[in-house]
């Protein structure tokens, strides 16, 4: 009896995994945010300058944008979205399992989550790497300067084992600090416990810009480890893939070509460049390949903006900008010397 | 050669040392000099600590400003409760429309409106009144928190909670004034009371009938607009997960405890196996299996809504917590208890329902109570999985750009609301225990009797 009753469930089991995976290559992920009306985009537990909340409730944040983005290519409306906000641990689950359609939340670029996780990642949005903060009194300029410092770490991320390689292959001979939590880090640096603090060079700006006296503080030139941030989808939906690959470098061409929200408009009217003509889809047919109406690209523009305006406006010295230059940074365009770049859109 | 006085020499005063404020200082303060030390130190470090506090939260603290930078220009060293007041909203209701924060209101309000009638009391029929809170309430408040269409179960279930809680209304209103129940009133009210009983029954399945209707097409003429569940949060979504856990708990618990004590061995094992796993797991544990896992096992596109997935989780992993209280009840009601039950006729049920549960259920008071507080503490965790709960909110505030590491403020803030909550609970568990007269009071016979 129970032999028997294994061999059936068994059995319902394996349908259950048939009907998923037929079902799953039967309807394209467009076609299940088309019908659905609205976008499922995955974001962390806020994160300076990334994804935060403010007093109403709403999302902001250069990855939020990245949602709204997509949101505006298909539906013409960036509010057609629901921001997920889902735990680090469980953020690669609720991707795989069709809960979000789509992952913009600082994930780091990777080969293993590249190649293991059944992902497929996205143009970086934002290039970022380990850097130090130190007190401009203390005359440092360089990081190869710390000789013998003490530097409060948090624990157990990338960035304490990070450092202690680097202080080896540079002998800077450093004495780690650790922390359980950032704010308990930096509270400790600002009494004096520690001569610097080290983390991702965008978390640590957005921290001096919290510090009382942020004129006080600076973070040094040295970029001790490589954090491309990238959106990822699915593996398996080339189509979506594209879609949202595309929505991306939307944003960086328009940047190129100088069209911003506030300029879209009269550039679409005007413009005798066939780039810009393209793009907005005056002339051409960029639509079709990833099934959208004519004016995806637009809509983006129009209702999100180019990534430098969302730079500026998030990561930059905006209102709601948490101050990290990007002049010189790998995060300028490729036309000044940065690593944005967006393939002809042809 | 005595003397001997006729009067009583009048009682003199008690020495000083007693009655003094400095004999009281002498002899709990300084009775010694190393207690005076003791005493000293003690005081010296009370004052540092209060004097720290209330600088840094009263007087250097900063009460209105549009950002944390501004907080700064005005102290440095004060906190900054800007932030958290203008958070406020945020904290309380989560991501929630702001215009559609009366739902949430009103669902609060009508939860107390039905559940006042248990403390009054001069009303009866408390069971009916309890059971309806736990069974109907939920939909009403589940439909004025959601939104949306109303399915044909809704608007029935919606139409019957509201009946419903007109029904109790009214009867506590009648039961106070007139001391009577509303069946009796409305037989009265229509004459019918010297009817026979039988008539009196169709006429009440009528007027019930009759206002059900009504109810019916007016709730129907109605519709709120649709919520995502991904926008609640805050002291909202606390309470809801919380509330669901505390409702379902008990009777989870009941069901489990009496199953583990059952003669059949199937429904024992089936009971211990299902305790023993639940309890020997971490709740966080069960709350990224419901969240993570089992959408796993689940055919593509079936996803079920994050939030029940929690609720269901809370509720299964407190049932188990709670059996292993109402195991230890029953453990304590002497065996002659069910042996007098079973002697005057009664069932297995009648004799938990009647004799038994009774006792054990007052004698467990204080444990249910400290569950419920820890439940209650205990559904921060969800914020690890990523609602926004109110420690979730509380977090986000030092990430939010204008006020950018405010940390330690909304968690300031956040403990004293925790703990007025949670101090209110244990001090109506207390009031409860005096009421059910358990605890010591119970040694003394005679005052049983008398209350």
Known sequence: ?346 | MAIVKAEKTPARAAPLSERSLIGWLHKNIFSSSFNTILSIVTLYVIYITVNEVWHWGFADAVWFADSRRQCFEISTDGACWAGVIGWMDSIFYGRYPRDELWRINLGGLLVVLWMVPLWLPRVKAKVFIGLSTVFLYPFLAGYLFSGGGKGVFMQVMVTLAIVCLMGNTLHSVISLIKGISLPEFLIRAFGKSTAPEKTQHYLLLGILFCSFVAVYYWQSSWQVEAVSWTKWGGLFLTLVVSGIGIASALPGGIILALGRRSNLPFIRVVSIGFIELFRSVPLITVLFMATTMFPLFMPEGFVLNKLVQVIIAVCLFNACYMAETVRAGLQAIPKGQFEGAHSIGLGYWQTMGAVIMPQALKHMIPNIVGSFIGLFKDTTLVSIIGLFDILGVLRAVGKDVTWLGLHIEPLVFGALLFFLICFAMSKYSRHLEVKFSTGLKNMTPNKRNKS
Not at chain 1, 126 to 155: E, H, M, N, P
Request: net charge negative.
């Open chain 1, 1 to 346: 009896m129970k032999i028997r009753k294994l061999h059936l469930s068994a059995a319902v089991i394996s349908v259950a995994v048939l009907a998923s995976a037929t079902s799953a290559s039967a309807q394209s992920t467009l076609d299940i945010v088309k019908e659905r009306g609205h976008l499922r985009c995955q974001v962390g537990t806020p994160s300076a300058g990334f994804y935060n909340l403010n007093a109403k409730g709403e999302w902001y944040g250069l990855d939020v944008a990245t949602c709204q983005a997509v949101a505006a290519a298909i539906f013409g409306d960036k509010n057609k979205l629901e921001i997920q906000s889902v735990s680090s641990q469980a953020r690669f689950t609720a991707l795989a399992n069709g809960e979000s359609d789509l992952l913009s939340r600082t994930a780091t670029w990777t080969m293993s989550r590249d190649t293991e996780l059944g992902l497929d990642f996205l143009p970086p949005n934002f290039y970022d790497g380990q850097g130090f903060t130190v007190r401009k009194d203390s005359g440092l300029t360089s990081a190869l300067q710390l000789k013998g410092a003490k530097i409060c770490v948090t624990t157990g991320t990338t960035n304490e084992l990070n450092m202690t390689d680097y202080s080896r292959v540079n002998n800077l001979n450093i004495s780690n600090v650790t922390f359980e939590d950032w704010n308990v880090r930096d509270d400790t640096y600002l009494k004096g416990g520690c001569d610097a603090v080290t983390g991702d060079k965008s978390s640590m700006a957005g921290n001096i810009a919290s510090f009382p006296n942020p004129g006080e503080h600076m973070i040094l030139p040295e970029t001790i480890s490589k954090e491309p941030l990238a959106a990822a989808v699915r593996h398996g939906d080339n189509k979506w893939t594209d879609l949202v690959r595309w929505s991306i470098f939307a944003m960086v061409n328009a940047e190129e070509l100088g069209i911003t929200s506030a300029n879209v408009d009269e550039m679409k009217a005007n413009s005798k460049n066939v780039s810009v003509r393209r793009l907005l889809g005056v002339e051409g047919n960029l639509h079709n390949g990833l099934g959208l109406t004519k004016d995806w690209a637009y809509n983006i523009i129009k209702q999100v903006g180019n990534y430098g305006e969302n730079y500026e406006a998030y990561m930059g010295d905006g209102e709601l900008g948490i101050g990290i230059p990007r002049k010189g940074t790998t995060n300028e365009l490729w036309t000044n010397g940065g690593l944005m770049y967006s393939p002809p859109m042809r």
